[in-house]
């Protein structure tokens, strides 16, 4: 940072002429100015300026140095521009992480009108059962479905996730409808690996210990295995809406509500936001709400 300082203060006294001149121009002192230019001549060994009582002018060292200098300072310019215009206007490849479900079913619907409506922007999509991590992934955001995010992420909700218990019609039929929390340790239990439901399920202010019959890191395959009849499974409901409405899966338990959660965006942090992120999370959180996931 000095050397830079001192290239600039140099710059600016060659082409005003004077220190004074050199001094309003960087909006500092003349001290400051004579001071950092005197320290860039020391480090290089050379002396740049002839300095008379009625201008400076460089010497022929100076001006070959002078005109490095300015290519220099017109880089360092054109690129801070560079920046500061992608920091204005959406640009560039944004790295979304996501659960893959939610993703399939709830980002990827969406991004044709948003691709549409900002084509400088391109979007690589990490989908995973679990948490990515924003750091080791180089993620710009993630969505997270949690009841409570880590503390030390900048989070913006933009849903509402909630579990219900859901089983098919055939498998109730077989097995029984449970009335009570309890009455579930008689069924066969589905369960997601990656979540505390693996092994306890929340049911009203009961807490039960599970054993289920069959654990899966993934969402759309314990979709499946409740659509298949294989037993009870707790499951966000937007995973299977569709599913409840034709009558492929019923509801039980419906008095002992599992406690809900959030849809979040998650960023390391919200310093110079991207303005790329910020409008694809503006675009979920509409999107979302016009597919009737509540706020």
């Known amino acids: 940072m000095d050397a830079f300082a001192g290239i600039e203060a140099f710059a600016a006294v060659v082409e005003r002429g004077s220190f004074t001149a050199a001094a309003e121009k960087l909006q500092t002192a003349k001290s400051s100015v004579s001071e950092t230019v005197r320290a860039l001549e020391e480090r290089l060994g050379v002396r740049l300026l002839e300095r008379t009582?009625?201008?400076?002018?460089?010497?022929?060292?100076?001006?070959a140095y002078y005109a490095?200098?300015?290519?220099?300072?017109d880089a360092a310019a054109a690129a801070r521009s560079e920046a500061q215009a992608a920091h204005r206007h959406p640009v560039g490849?944004?790295?979304v992480g996501a659960p893959d479900a939610f993703a399939e079913r709830y980002i990827v619907p969406g991004l044709g009108a948003f691709l549409a409506a900002w084509p400088t922007i391109s979007i690589e999509l990490v989908e995973a059962a679990g948490a990515a991590d924003l750091v080791d992934q180089q993620l710009d955001l993630a969505i997270r479905i949690v009841e409570k995010p880590e503390p030390r992420l900048v989070v913006r909700r933009i849903a509402t996730s909630r579990i219900v218990i859901v089983a098919a019609p055939s498998y109730l039929?077989?097995?029984?409808?449970?009335r009570e929390p309890r009455d579930i340790l008689a069924h066969r239990l589905l369960a997601f690996a990656p979540l505390a439901w693996r092994d306890t399920w929340r049911l009203g202010s009961?807490?039960?210990?599970?054993?289920?019959?069959?654990?899966?890191?993934?969402?759309?395959?314990?979709?499946?295995?409740?659509?298949?009849g294989l037993g009870l499974a707790p499951v966000p409901e937007w995973l299977v809406a569709d599913?409840?409405?034709?009558?492929?899966?019923?509801?039980?338990?419906?008095d002992y509500?599992?406690?809900?959660?959030?849809?979040?965006?998650?960023?390391?942090?919200?310093?110079?936001?991207?303005p790329r992120v910020r409008v694809f999370v503006d675009h979920i959180a509409r999107d979302l709400r016009a597919r009737g996931l509540p706020r």
Not at 68 to 73: A, I, M
Not at 258 to 273: D, E, K, Q
């Open 173 to 178: 039929a077989s097995a029984g409808m449970p």
């Open 206 to 228: 009961e807490t039960i210990a599970v054993q289920p019959r069959l654990l899966t890191s993934s969402g759309e395959s314990l979709r499946a295995a409740a659509l298949a």
């Open 257 to 274: 509500e599992p406690p809900s959660g959030g849809i979040y965006a998650v960023y390391p942090t919200n310093r110079l936001l991207a």
């Open 243 to 254: 599913a409840l409405v034709a009558g492929l899966l019923t509801r039980v338990l419906v």
């Open 68 to 73: 490095q200098c300015r290519r220099l300072l």
């Open 53 to 63: 009582t009625r201008r400076v002018r460089p010497t022929e060292a100076g001006a």
């Open 93 to 95: 490849k944004l790295r």
